[in-house]
């Protein structure tokens, strides 16, 4: 059973230019969730996607878009990148009515963005 | 809105001993998470928490829940050098939510 996938792996941008990171979810799970994680620091909430729709969003400039696809995948666009975006991207999935007691996000490997 | 703030952020340990490491959260979380982040790897899960007096084990670390304290706790015992990674505890209104993570809690076991 495969785990969170994401590809790239790494990938090296510089300002201004655009970005798209992929995700394929856990076998099962429905829902896909973004995160930023700057260097030392926790992640950072961007968004989330249920049903091909952006169910929730954190605190993250309309620059960071995403969509969800009908096989679950998603992606996670970034318009004019800054310095600032240089961080890892993670991706989790889960699923509605799992056991409550075992439920969790399950995170992908992430993909290392620097932007120079 | 949901804050997250462990302490310590930097623990260092002797191989053996025992330690805890603390999660407070500001409001109401449905749920307590604990998650284990090796370098340069992606995080990995330990523990989820759902209701006052919870306790989970596994292995050397045992996580507790009280939310009446908004407390967490993550214990580890005998300490060995396997464990050294950084530990992030997150705060959710489900599995489907988003998280509201720590700054995490870099660990590191010394022989």
Redesign the interface.
């Known amino acids: 059973d495969a785990g969170v996938t994401q590809s790239p792996t790494h990938l090296i941008k510089t300002r201004g230019q655009q970005v798209t990171l992929r995700c394929s979810p856990k076998s099962g799970h429905d829902?896909v969730?973004w995160?930023q994680q700057a260097l030392g620091?926790?992640?950072?909430?961007i968004f989330?996607y249920?049903e091909e729709e952006e169910r929730?969003r954190?605190n993250f400039p309309d620059r960071f878009s995403g969509h969800q696809f009908p096989n679950y995948s998603s992606e996670l666009n970034v318009n004019a990148l800054l310095l600032g975006d240089s961080a890892l991207y993670?991706c989790?999935s889960?699923?509605?009515g799992?056991d409550?007691?075992?439920?969790?996000?399950?995170?992908?490997?992430?993909t290392r963005l620097t932007v120079l | 809105e949901l804050k997250?703030e462990q302490n310590p952020l930097f623990l260092s340990m002797q191989e053996g001993k025992n330690y805890t490491i603390y999660c407070n959260y500001s409001t109401t979380s449905d749920?307590l998470?604990w998650?284990r982040q090796d370098p340069g790897?992606?995080?990995?899960?330990l523990f989820?928490l759902?209701s006052n007096g919870a306790v989970k084990q596994e292995g050397r670390l045992m996580a507790s829940l009280d939310t009446k304290a908004r407390l967490s706790t993550l214990h580890i015992t005998a300490a060995v050098h396997d464990l050294s990674a950084t530990y992030?505890c997150?705060g959710s209104g489900?599995?489907?939510?988003?998280?509201?993570?720590?700054?995490?809690t870099l660990l590191t076991v010394n022989p």
């Not at chain 1, 409550?100 to 992430?110: C, H, L």
């Not at chain 2, 599995?95 to 993570?101: A, D, G, I, V």
Request: proline letters at 6%; zero cysteines.
């Open positions: 829902t969730s995160y620091q926790g992640p950072q909430f989330q249920y929730q954190g993670l989790a889960s699923s509605l799992g409550p007691s075992t439920d969790t996000q399950y995170f992908g490997p992430g | 997250v749920r998470y998650y790897k992606s995080l990995e899960s989820v759902l992030f997150a489900g599995s489907n939510y988003k998280l509201t993570f720590g700054k995490g």
